[in-house]
């Protein structure tokens, strides 16, 4: 069974105290690692997909990793608006099929003035 | 953009009413998905489709169905509504399998069932 796993569940910075986001996975055929962002009564915002180990993508003050067993989310010097919930979840399996998403239970982020 | 809609943002229904709830996406995606997002309890997946009037039971299928008549709408079926379907309803589409791509997502509908 595909599992993933985010750490911390919550997280409270200061506005420019830079930290990460962890996302452990276990699946049969990693076939992409997602990122979305989720404001309070919102439905996830996507921000990153990975596809395989040592790759990287950036986007503003975030950055995304992947290795073979987990994915980190570096928030680099975050603002208040960065404030939401982030998830992390995979796309697995080698058939065919149009397999949902499994996704973590999310990192709540605050980042305080 | 990518725009998935969904028809209500706030729905408040008695116990044992059929419900519906209803999806559009405007990217000609062959893939629809319907989750349910409880607290503690994350994102779980109802029900998904790959092509019209195609359909696949998820994790938690269980007094929900579906119905996918075009393939821009995708709709969740309650059949008879129970205290226990009260959560977020979130509604996604994405491009086929194969094509190793993100899944777009609707505002949610957050369902009361009283």
């Known amino acids: 069974e595909d599992q993933v796993t985010q750490s911390p569940e919550a997280l409270r910075l200061q506005e420019g105290e830079s930290s990460s986001l962890n996302c452990s996975y276990t699946?049969?055929?990693?076939?992409?690692l997602f990122w979305y962002r989720q404001d309070p009564g919102k439905g996830p915002e996507f921000l990153f997909t990975l596809y395989s180990a040592g790759e990287e993508k950036e986007k503003e003050r975030l950055k995304a990793t992947l290795t073979k067993k987990e994915s980190f989310l570096h928030i680099t010097a975050p603002k208040p608006e960065d404030s939401a919930t982030y998830l992390c979840?995979?796309?697995?399996?080698?058939?065919?099929?149009?397999?949902?998403?499994?996704f973590g239970k999310g990192t709540h982020l605050i980042i305080q003035p | 953009d990518v725009k998935v809609t969904q028809s209500s943002r706030y729905l408040v229904k008695r116990t044992g009413e059929k419900v519906f709830l209803e999806c559009v996406q405007d990217m000609d995606h062959e893939n629809m998905f319907w989750y349910r997002q409880d607290p503690g309890l994350g994102l779980r997946l109802i029900y998904f489709?790959?092509?019209?009037?195609?359909?696949e039971k998820g994790d938690i299928p269980e007094g929900y169905s579906v119905s996918r008549e075009k393939k821009e709408r995708f709709s969740l079926i309650l059949e008879s509504a129970s205290t226990n379907q009260t959560s977020m309803y979130l509604c996604?589409?994405?491009?086929?399998?194969?094509?190793?791509?993100?899944?777009?997502f609707g505002q949610g509908t957050r369902l009361t069932v009283v």
């Open positions: 996604a589409s994405s491009l086929p399998p194969g094509m190793r791509t993100e899944a777009f």
């Open positions: 699946v049969s055929g990693l076939r992409g």
């Open positions: 489709s790959y092509d019209v009037k195609m359909k």
């Open positions: 979840a995979v796309q697995a399996g080698e058939g065919g099929g149009a397999d949902g998403l499994t």
